[in-house]
C-alpha cells in the first residue's frame, strides 16, 4: 500500500543546532516532493518544492533533499531558532498529471532556548 | 492580497445539521483543494478542483459530503446531515497551474459536531 511517514514523535533541540527532518514515502513515483510548516490553529504555509531529478535545494536556513533512490526525503533547519517550533508537513504529489498532494502525518519541531 | 478566505473559523453544530463551509481563493489562482484534518488521520483531501470543474473527488468521504465551485471565485463544502465523526479542522487550498504548485492554505474551519 501506498504510506508516506514522518517521525510521530517531537524532534527536541536546543537553540543554534541543526534540525533534521526524515519523509520516507513507499509505493509512489513522485514528480515533485513539497514541505509546509504547520503553527497551531493555522494552516500549513509552503516551504520548499524539490523536483524528483533535483538532489538538494536551499532557501535561507532551510534544506532539502531528495533520494529517490532511498524514497527519502530529509528537511534541514540550520541554527535552528525557537521561532521554527512548528509542526512541519511533508507532501508529495501523486505522479497522476494532477496538482493532487498527499502530505505525511507531520513531525513537531520544539526549538529551546 | 488578502490570501484564502474560510468562514466560518469555528462552527458547533448538532448531529443531523447541515454544514456550509466557505471559502473564498486567492484572485488568479484556478484550482481549488478542500482539506480535512484530524490527529488520527492527519491532513486528507477531499475534493480538488481545477478551472471550477471537479477533477478528483475520491477523497469525499460518503454521499453527505458535497462541494461545490459556481465561479473562480466561491466554493463550498456541505456536509448533510452531519454526524460527530465529521468534527474536524476543513482547510482550503489553492494554487495556480503555473510554475511550483505550491498550495495557499486558508485559516481553516474548526466543526464540532455534537
Known amino acids: 500500500s501506498q504510506k508516506i511517514e514522518q517521525n510521530s514523535e517531537a524532534l527536541n533541540i536546543q537553540e543554534g543546532k541543526t534540525a533534521t527532518l526524515t519523509c520516507n514515502y513507499t509505493?509512489?513515483?513522485?514528480?515533485?516532493l513539497q514541505w509546509y510548516r504547520q503553527d497551531p490553529g493555522r494552516g500549513p504555509v509552503f516551504l520548499l518544492l524539490i523536483r524528483e531529478n533535483e538532489k538538494e535545494k536551499r532557501k535561507e536556513r532551510l534544506k532539502v533533499t531528495f533520494d529517490t533512490t532511498l524514497k527519502q526525503s530529509l528537511f534541514h533547519i540550520t541554527a535552528s531558532q525557537p521561532a521554527d517550533s512548528a509542526t512541519y508537513l511533508c507532501a508529495l504529489d501523486g505522479n497522476t498529471g494532477f496538482q493532487k498532494l498527499v502530505f505525511g502525518t507531520g513531525t513537531r519541531l520544539l526549538v529551546s532556548p | 492580497d488578502a490570501g484564502v478566505i474560510q468562514s466560518p473559523r469555528h462552527e458547533v453544530t448538532e448531529m443531523g445539521q447541515e454544514v456550509t463551509l466557505r471559502c473564498k481563493p486567492i484572485s488568479g489562482h484556478n484550482s481549488l483543494f478542500w482539506y480535512r484534518q484530524t490527529m488520527m488521520r492527519g491532513l486528507e483531501l477531499l475534493i480538488y478542483f481545477n478551472n471550477n470543474v471537479p477533477i478528483d473527488d475520491s477523497g469525499m468521504p460518503e454521499d453527505r459530503f458535497s462541494a461545490k465551485m459556481p465561479n473562480a471565485s466561491f466554493s463550498t463544502l456541505k456536509i448533510q446531515p452531519s454526524e460527530p465523526r465529521d468534527s474536524a479542522v476543513y482547510f482550503c487550498?489553492?494554487?495556480?497551474?503555473?510554475?511550483?504548485?505550491?498550495?495557499?492554505f486558508g485559516p481553516g474551519t474548526r466543526l464540532t459536531v455534537t
Open positions: 509505493n509512489y513515483s513522485p514528480a515533485y
Open positions: 487550498a489553492t494554487a495556480t497551474t503555473r510554475g511550483a504548485y505550491e498550495q495557499y
